[in-house]
């Protein structure tokens, strides 16, 4: 467009100029024909030096984007390395209080030790748990007790009460020759402890679930 407007414009220059030249009776048709070649060369010499220097500035401009892009490039290939380097997927993050987060990974090693405690959903081992205490919740286990001379059995309420589940029954005291053994489980709700005969003194005992 800007071209376009520098012809019309020089175009309109040439026209002015040359009406009053043309109408001159006194000039030759060689004469001319003489002015309008030169105001021809003037205007074709002004057009090229313009889209020359329209050429150079472009071809400044693109090196100048070039430039833009290769820096943008190399920004970009630290940006990438950095992350290779440093694999946020694998980071090991520690707040302020000094926990760890290993974000969705795991940890795989010889051997682990624990000063404290370890807090897990499950544990699973492949040969031996070993410890001084293990605790259990109170869903797997208890105490409870068969009064005496009121009841032949006990029902012991517990979510992870499963038919096919390993109950253990302990007595802690005189049981009067009676076997305590578990019956009626309701899947996730409860079981029962029974004897066949009402004794005469309570007996207590401790139950525990082995899945």
Sequence with gaps: QTQITGITNNQNKIVEQLTGQL???SLSVDSKLQLIGSSLDELTINQIKKIKDQIAT???????????IKTLQDQTKSIIDFQLAFNLDKVIIKD?????SLLDGKITAKDIEVLNKIKATDI???NSLKGKNIELSSDVSGTSLIKAGELESVKILTTEAKVKM???ITPMNNTFN???YVNEVIEGDSFKVKINSIVAED????????K
């Design 23 to 25: 109408a001159d009776q």
């Design 58 to 68: 472009q071809t400044s401009d693109i090196t100048e984007l070039k430039d833009q």
């Design 96 to 100: 302020a209080l000094g926990n760890i």
């Design 124 to 126: 699973e081992a492949t």
């Design 166 to 168: 390993k109950i253990y």
């Design 178 to 180: 009676q076997v305590l």
């Design 203 to 210: 007996i207590e005992f401790n139950w525990l679930i082995v």
